[in-house]
């Protein structure tokens, strides 16, 4: 089950994840019930002109956001930079998702 707010943004889901909003349409930060930010649960999303560029999790970690010319987030790396990837995911022409190909490394 999944709640939402009077604007229609999601705020909660039934594995126990609750969504925080700033003042755009974007999501900000994930916690659990308890709203804590010190364990797993916990990532904060960083935005930069209106895209998601970066996630960061309860221990700092960061991973970075690479998006096509669309905006569409292809690629996610960690703070290293290394290859491979730790998300890559392919589309087709009309935006389905490939499928066969695409890696989910994350």
Request: net charge positive.
């Amino acid at each position: 089950m999944k709640t939402y707010d009077g604007d229609g943004k999601r705020v909660q889901k039934s594995n126990g994840t609750i969504y925080w909003y700033g003042m755009g349409s974007d999501a900000l930060d994930e916690t659990d019930l308890t709203g804590s930010v010190t364990n797993a649960a916990f990532k904060e999303y960083v935005f930069f002109g209106g895209k998601r560029i970066a996630r960061c999790d309860y221990q700092n970690a960061v991973n970075y956001y690479f998006a096509d010319h669309l905006g569409t987030a292809r690629l996610v790396t960690d703070s290293s930079g290394t290859m491979p990837p730790r998300w890559r995911e392919e589309f087709l022409p009309a935006g389905r998702n490939r499928g066969r190909g695409c890696s989910r490394l994350y």
